[in-house]
Structure formats: C-alpha cells, structure tokens
C-alpha cells in the first residue's frame, strides 16, 4: 500500500514563532550555470570574491556585471518558489506606505506595495522573504492585527523605490496642490531630474493608481480651451474628478505616450496604446488611445483589470432559470451563440465568464480578440491587429486547422466574418461571438442586412442572449419608498397590492453617489425547432418575437423589473439603459 502523501504545513501566523530557514535544494551558482545564465569561469571568480568580501553571491554577481538585478531577482524567485515583483512596474498603495515609516523600511530593506482594509493584508517587496527578523519587526509594529504578504524583489529596486515614494507625496489631491503652487508655476521640472521626482510623472502615476481604487473602467483626459477636464467612468456614468491647468498637457500627454509605447512626435493622427503596470498589488492593464481634436489631442485609458474582469458565471446575477437556460445553451455539441449589446453592456465579460466556466483540459478553445483583454491559462489566444496580418475571417480559418473545440470571436463586423463563423458551427465547432445589436432577436435582422441568408442561419444558432448593465444601489444607504401610480404601472403591479421600492440617496461608501458596483439584466433566446423553422422561412422579426415569447422568452424589461422589484436597482436606473415606453402605455410583451 502506497504511503498517504503528506498535508502541506500551514503558512505561520503573523508575529507567531517561525520555523527555521530551509536551504534551496541547489546553490545559486549552480542554478544560473544550469539556464546558461554565467559560465563556470564566471562562477569561480564571484565566489572568491565573496571569500573576500563576504558578501551574498547574488550581490556580487550583479556588482561584477555578470548577471543584472531583474535576472538576479527573477532566478531567485524560480529556485526559491516564491512570487516576485519588479517595482519599476509597480506603483504602490498610497495606504501602504503610510502603514511603515520611511526609517523602517530602509532599514528593513523592503517597500510597501498594497493594502487591502477587508482582508487586512498588507503587501511588502522584500529581497530576502525568508527574513524572519525583519517580518517579526514589521509585524510588531502592525500591532499583530494585519497579515504581511511578501513579494521577491531586488535590494537596488527596493532602496531605489523607497527614495521615490517615500520622500513624494502619491496621493492625488496632493500632487495636484504640488503643481499648481507657484514654485511649479514654471513649468516642467529641471532637466536631468530622476523621473520618480518629478510632479508632473507622478500625477500619471496617481491618476491610473486612483481611477483603478475607485473601480472605474476609463479615464478620460480631455484638454479645453484652457484647461484639461478628467472624467473617470464608474459603474457606468462619467463623474469629473479633477481640472488641471493647460500649460500641463504637453508633458502629461508625453508621459503616456512612453508608457504606452506609442509616438511621442506624432500629434496630428490617432495612435493606440498599451500600459500594464502592478497597481495595489495586482497587475492592471491599461488600453490608451489618442484622438487629436481642436484644442489637443484627447486620451482615453480603457482599464482592463484582471481581477475584475474575469466574473464566475454563478455570479453574473442571473436568474435560476436564466442561469439554467444559458447552461443548456452551452452544453450543445455545435452551433453559434450570440451575446449583443451597445458599447460598455458587459458582453466581453460575459463570454469570458463563459469560457472560464467551460475551460479545463479535455476542451480545447481558441480565441480571436482585437485586443486579447484578458489573459487565460490553457486557451489560446490571438490578438488581432496591425502588428499581425490577419483579419476576424482569415484568423478563423487558421483556428479550424487548430482542432478547437471552442471558437470566440471578438466580433461579427461583417459578411466574411459572419460566414466563417457559421462555416465553423456547421462543421462541428461551437462558436461565440458578440454582435452590436439593441435586443437578441434584433440580431436576426443584422446578421441578413450584412448579407447572411436565412437557411444559413436556421439551424446554427443556438441562442442570442442581449444585456444591459444597470447601477446596483448601495446596500448601506439605499432608501425604501412607496411607489405612485405611474411607477406601478411600469412595473405591472396593482394599486392593491403592497409594495416597497427603493431609491439612490448617497454615502460615504458610495462617494455619495447612491449606487455601488453594476449588476447585468439579460434576455436569453433559445432556438428551438419551432423557432429554427420561422427563421428558414423568412418570417418577420415580429412573428419571431411571439414564437419565442410563447416558449418562455422574458425581455430585458422583465428582467429589469425583476431587479427593481428584488431591490438591487432603481427603476430610474433600469429606465436610463431600456426602453419603458411600451410598458408606460400599458404593453408588458
């Protein structure tokens, strides 16, 4: 009988005694012999130097210049197993490095990186993770209440960090205050300055620090005739959170051009970007795009939070039923399935919740984005764009020489697209797509306008689901009312029945706002036989509509009234993303 393999020691508590340090199974030099890394002459010099000096391997190997700090760092992180940072990517947690005075962390050697208040963990870079003396002094001075994570870094990383962002103000009303004083009246810093000092460089860095901690999905920087609005975008809806002088612009706009890797020079076309940077110790990427305009050229960062991004299936808010229906859509062999939507209505989220849902190893699913969002392990990937000669069509060619199981494409644009598509469900692909269209059944007439034929369709599509995202009212200040007349009618409800709605009021939690966080209304048609032989036939979008109402189908209307009545949402909220007209007038179909 085999041995029972042994439970994993649990990690010490914070403050609790440590056990003592275990060995890596091989020496530093002999595992960068084995990458290629150093030369076995190489090796021997550093280690008599260390003889004489007495110093770690690793700080005399990069002292020498046979190996540099990131390689140093990375080979550490590999052979110890534990995960490391590169802090020239990172910008850390405004309310982490208040947590650890300056004179504590320089002598610890280790740099504040994020803080999470609902865990209460706190992030730390350190060049030696296994120093117990040091975790032990950071956790006494934590009180015992929080927990220290750790992160591998380079020691020249770290003491260069620390001199960054200790000695600066990070938070964003301060950086602001800082240029806008008359010492900064004069415009950039001096040349040669280090770029961590300089204000204008950190507000870039505050502004996308900040925009993340408040969970906004674009910042927009927009210059007026004399001075530059910043709108965040959060949960949906445009809020102003800063002005900043004109005179400004220049070396704001050239700061995210470098970051982003596009042309500095060029101001008169439209250029796209990309920045990925550790924020709150997590990595967020940031999609950038220029747009010149009358008064300068406007930028626009899509945030693209991993985190965030990537949302279970059982926690999209569906419905029992709703839920039910979409796993039955799933689980068919072949055929196309359609998620549609106007710009920002959460259809990237959902068909990346789907396939996080079906991805495992007996599947194989490939995927064709212009730009790949969101990163998946074991699916494969395609980012189509200039840098690659491939189109949506071309590319889903490729992909059925690929053996895919699964196939997403990013979007149905037009006719070549569209015909692959349905090319690749007919030979025994499932494949997912989104189509901007304002209601599921509204993507049967799309799909003709850009030149589909009906008996194309009938039979491959497997279902069109349509969504919406709506405002969730904060639960902590949310406010209970009784509904008048007109509000009972929207919602379908009798004036002798009890009801209770609630309303957006505003708090601290919220900014006021009376809304935190967004919840997704759906309509899901399935295509069933019925349905399939309406279609062959060329029937009108109405007939279509009344067939799939008598098989079950709830518009979004429905759904929404669901959520106002359930009291995640508002019912001027749910008016603001769907049509009630009809409703008002007394058609609840």
């Known amino acids: ?75 550490l992180a590999e052979m110890l197993r534990v995960e490391s940072v590169d802090l020239s990517r990172v910008v850390p947690d405004a309310d982490a490095v208040a947590l650890l005075p300056e004179d504590i962390a320089r002598r610890l050697r280790l740099l504040p990186v994020a803080f999470d208040p609902n865990t209460r963990v706190l992030t730390v870079a350190m060049s030696d993770t296994f120093d117990v003396v040091a975790l032990d002094q950071v956790a006494a001075l934590l009180g015992g209440n929080i927990e220290v994570r750790t992160l591998l870094a380079s020691e020249a990383e770290i003491i260069a960090a620390i001199d960054g962002f200790y000695e600066h103000e990070f938070s964003l009303a301060a950086i602001l205050q800082e240029i806008d004083a008359p010492e900064a009246a004069g415009g950039a810093p001096a040349h040669g300055a280090d770029e961590v000092t300089q204000p204008l460089v950190r507000l870039v860095d505050a502004l996308l620090a900040d925009a993340v901690k408040r969970r906004a999905s674009d910042i927009h920087l927009e210059p007026e005739d004399g001075f530059i609005r910043v709108r965040y975008r959060i949960d949906g809806v445009l809020r102003q959170v800063s002005t900043i002088h004109k005179k400004f612009w220049s070396p704001i706009v050239v700061r995210i051009k470098v970051m982003s890797g596009m042309d500095i020079t060029e101001t008169r076309a439209p250029q796209d970007g990309r920045i990925s940077l550790n924020l709150g110790g997590r990595t967020v990427d940031f999609r950038v795009a220029a747009q010149p305009t009358i008064h300068g050229e406007n930028v626009v960062l899509r945030i693209l939070d991993r985190r965030a991004g990537i949302v279970p299936l059982e926690q999209l808010g569906l419905a029992e039923d709703q839920l039910t229906l979409l796993r039955m859509l799933m689980a068919r062999p072949e055929g196309v399935i359609l998620v549609t939507g106007p710009t920002g209505s959460g259809k990237t989220t959902t068909l990346y919740s789907i396939l996080n849902d079906r991805n495992d190893e007996s599947v194989n699913i490939m995927t064709l984005e212009d730009p790949v969002e969101y990163p998946f392990p074991m699916i494969r990937q395609t980012s189509l764009g200039d840098a690659v000669k491939l189109d949506f069509a071309g590319g889903i060619r490729s992909l059925m020489r690929q053996d895919p199981d699964i196939i997403l494409v990013g979007e149905i644009r037009d006719e070549a697209t569209a015909e692959m598509a349905f090319r690749a469900a007919m030979t025994g692909h499932q494949v997912y797509s989104t189509l901007h269209t304002n209601s599921a059944l509204g993507a049967i007439p799309r799909l003709l306008d850009i030149g589909l034929r009906p008996g194309i369709l009938a039979g491959n599509i497997i279902g069109i689901v349509a969504q919406r995202l709506v405002r969730r009212l904060c639960p902590d200040c949310r406010s209970p009312y009784a509904p008048g007349a007109i509000e009972r009618r929207l919602l379908g409800i009798g004036d002798d029945t009890p009801l209770t709605l609630h309303q957006a009021r505003g708090c601290e939690r919220c900014q006021q706002q009376g809304y935190r966080g967004r919840l997704a209304i759906m309509e899901i048609v399935r295509f069933d036989r019925e349905l399939d032989y309406a279609l062959a036939e060329g029937r009108a979008l109405g007939e279509l509509r009344t067939i799939a109402l008598a098989a079950g189908f709830r518009p979004l209307t429905e759904d929404g009234v669901r959520r106002v009545l359930a009291g995640d949402t508002s019912l001027e909220e749910v008016a603001r993303v769907v049509d009630l007209t009809e409703r008002a007038l007394g058609v609840h179909a």
């Open 1 to 75: 009988m085999a041995a029972p393999k042994p439970h994993p020691a649990p990690a010490p508590a914070v403050g609790a005694p440590r056990p003592e340090r275990r060995a890596p199974r091989r020496q530093l030099g002999e595992f960068l012999l084995e990458k290629g890394l150093i030369n076995r002459d190489q090796l021997r010099v550093a280690l008599t130097e260390q003889k004489q000096k007495n110093e770690r391997l690793g700080k005399i190997l990069v002292r020498l210049g046979l190996v540099s700090e990131s390689v140093l760092r990375d080979v």
